[in-house]
């Protein structure tokens, strides 16, 4: 998307909503940043502490920061006993739709329940504070029962997508040292069984810290049981006893809370570590300040459990908070394209917090899919992961919001633990403009950078900058602190760098512009173009690769490489019908590349650099411009002859 095209001037003030000047919001930001001792000391108390904090932040290590330092709390406390004890505790926590329709709820008592016999029987395991739990699993009940088990007795969970490959899988899961890995037989996925365990299987031999694998019966597909190693989930909560109850364990403020691997700059997936108190502190005031849920909500977060969304938006946010969450296992558009507003008409959803892949996927069925349902009990929209085109916003507000509800664009990252820029109904809504994420919220710091460092007037792009710490962020990658500094704040000493695009328009609205490094959104999933690269030449027929996105209307963008064979090889279809299934199994089917171009050389400079540049030109079909520095430069007509022939193949 271009800044140029954007609409700076549209503005849009929802019918249901009351929608303000923003001077209350400026305000609570302002303070937020001038007495951040202060604000967050009154802002910890809606969470309960076994021992409050004396301390908000301590900050004599930056940029290893400490938020609530000498806090104790427990996390599942926060989620379950303290509604336990309260009016909640028959109160849905979740109501769960599998996708073949079947549904099942859990209150907040059943799922404490479940949780102290879980948590009980990883004890037994022999999990201790500090030990890691992995986790492959579909988004099912027992997942987020599986995470608030492991912060009860003070584990670091590892959630593992489950679309992953068994390599993927094997690298994670060895990279956090986890023993036990809990997993199911598989999920549903189309109305067909999909298997999980295999997949598992497939990886464990490369797992050898792992000495317990528990498995959920989700489809009750054959799976191998290995002896002495697998047990089932059922056995192990019955031999955990009806009423088991595990005391939470008190756990300091900054110890952490779980790793959840995310894709960079270079090949090796990052693990990014959260701790405890900071975090629970930001994805409660952070879920209250953008979507202000009550008691009388229920809140779907479509995201899956996989990713940095579903952590705080479908555990720990809405749990902390006491209210009802919505999970669903399947797919938007099966068995019929009006699966979501389906679900919204039955449940009685009222908030929506979707994706703009979604929405362009829904865009394309058609709104006589949404029309046929009866929307009426949704009174706010969400939506995260990728900037969201003007024209996907618009559709958005006028077919399923009907020109009433507002739309919270939430701009963050799995290292930010929770929104960072995104429009605050709980605040005080400011009018919104189509396919901007607004403003910073509360002690985000925000500012955009030119190249040099220096702050760029409102309308030039830059790149988005955090320049104070914030309770939600992330306290370093796992076991690397020094690419935790590097990655982070190597730029720019003290500055938060966030490797996303950005521009603010006059009235001081930010707009997300997409990533500014090697990293892709395709569908929202987050893709290293490095990891894509590294496991093409890792393919004995490969010889270089160069990864590129390319634009695309549904999944925002679609990854396109470039490869060159080694010498015995041939381009041919069968080849490439090769390669994607070697991406499919040793990154997993998110990562499939659009296409493979098979050329005879790369665009290289006469120092031996990739033009990705030139590459980029040939996807968009621009003009090449300056080719002088190009080592042969016959070789990019070439390719894109080569990509031009291949596109029409595949259009064919
Ligand atoms: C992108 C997902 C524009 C951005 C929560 C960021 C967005 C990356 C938005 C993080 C949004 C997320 N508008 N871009 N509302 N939300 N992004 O770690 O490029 O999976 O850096 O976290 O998604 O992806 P991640």
């Known amino acids: 998307m271009s800044e140029t095209s954007l609409p700076f001037n549209e503005k849009y003030s929802p019918s249901n909503a009351k929608v303000s000047s923003g001077e209350k919001r400026k305000k609570e930001w302002e303070e937020s940043l001038k007495n951040p001792q202060e604000y967050w000391s009154e802002k910890a108390k809606a969470i309960d502490w076994f021992k409050p904090p004396s301390k908000v932040l301590d900050d004599s290590n930056p940029p ?82 599986t995470l608030l088990a492991t912060a009860r007795i003070g584990g670091v969970h590892a959630v593992v997508f489950s679309g992953f490959s068994a390599e993927a899988l094997a690298d994670r899961v060895n990279d956090c040292g986890a023993k036990i890995l809990v997993t199911a037989d598989g999920s549903f996925r189309r109305g067909k069984p999909v298997s999980i365990k ?11 810290n792992i000495e ?12 191998q049981m290995k002896e002495g190693r697998d047990v089932w989930y059922h056995d192990a909560l019955a031999s955990a006893g009806a009423n088991a109850y595990v005391e939470p364990e008190s756990l300091k403020s900054t110890d ?35 979507f202000n849920p009550t008691d009388e909500d229920i809140f779907w977060c479509v995201a899956d459990i996989g990713w ?24 938007p558009d099966y068995p019929a394209q009006d699966r979501w507003w389906d679900i919204i008409e039955r449940h009685g959803i009222t908030i929506l917090y979707g994706t703009p892949t979604a929405v362009r996927m829904f865009m394309k069925f058609g709104e006589q899919w949404v029309l046929k349902h009866d929307l009426s009990t949704l009174r706010i929209l969400g939506t995260v992961g990728e900037p969201i085109n003007p024209e996907a916003w618009k559709w958005y507000y006028r077919v399923v919001g009907k020109g009433k509800l507002a739309i919270i664009d939430t701009w963050w990252q799995t290292e930010t633990g929770g929104f960072m820029i995104s429009p605050a109904s709980g605040i005080e809504l400011t009018p919104l403009k189509p396919g901007s994420a607004t403003f910073p919220l509360p002690s985000i710091n925000a500012d955009i950078y030119d190249e040099k460092g220096q702050p760029v007037q409102a309308g030039t792009k830059g790149v988005l900058v955090i320049k104070s ?4 962020m992330l306290q370093t990658l796992w076991k690397d602190s020094d690419r935790f500094k590097q990655t982070y704040f190597g730029r ?66 679609v990854p396109v490489a470039f490869v060159t064979l080694r010498s015995g090889f041939t381009p041919s279809d069968e080849l490439r019908a090769e390669l994607i299934k070697h991406i499919r199994t040793t990154i997993g089917p998110i ?30 079909g621009a003009p090449l411009g300056d080719t002088s520095t190009l080592e042969d430069e016959g070789s990019i007509e070439d390719i894109k002859a080569t990509y031009n022939d291949l596109r029409k193949q595949l259009t064919k």
């Open 64 to 145: 290893f920061y400490k938020w609530f330092p000498d806090g104790e709390l427990n996390i599942s406390y926060n989620a379950l006993d303290r509604h336990v004890k309260s009016n909640r505790k028959n109160k849905l926590a979740y109501i769960w739709e599998g996708e073949m329709g079947e549904v099942k709820t859990y209150t907040y008592y059943q799922l404490y329940r479940e949780v102290n016999g879980l948590a009980k029987a990883l004890k037994d395991f022999g999990v201790k504070k500090g030990d890691r739990v992995a986790v492959f699993l579909p988004v099912i009940p027992e997942l987020p029962i």
């Open 198 to 208: 295999d997949n598992a299987d497939r990886g464990l031999p490369n797992m050898p």
């Open 212 to 223: 317990k694998v528990i498995v959920v019966k989700r489809t009750g597909q054959a799976v």
């Open 256 to 290: 952490p809370l779980f790793i959840l691997y995310t894709s960079g700059t270079t090949g090796k997936p990052k693990g990014v570590q959260h701790g405890t108190g900071g975090y629970l502190v930001w994805a409660y005031w952070t879920l209250k300040w953008a």
């Open 308 to 331: 940095i969304t579903g952590h705080t938006y479908n555990v720990y946010a809405p749990l902390s908070m006491g209210i009802t969450a919505f999970l669903f296992e399947g797919t």
């Open 469 to 472: 710490p914030w309770p939600g």
């Open 492 to 557: 720019w000493p003290g500055i938060y760098y966030s490797g996303d695009y950005s521009v603010r328009d006059p009235d001081g609205y930010f707009w997300l512009l997409g990533r500014a490094d090697e990293v892709l959104k395709v569908a929202g999933h987050r893709i290293g173009t490095v990891e894509l690269e590294s496991a093409l030449v890792a393919h004995p027929a490969v010889s270089e690769a160069a990864v590129m996105g390319k634009e695309d209307a549904v999944k925002g963008e």
């Open 591 to 620: 990562a499939t590349p659009d296409a493979i171009v098979m050329v005879n050389k790369l665009p290289k400079t006469r120092s031996g650099k990739i033009m990705r540049r030139l590459l980029k030109a040939v996807l968009v």
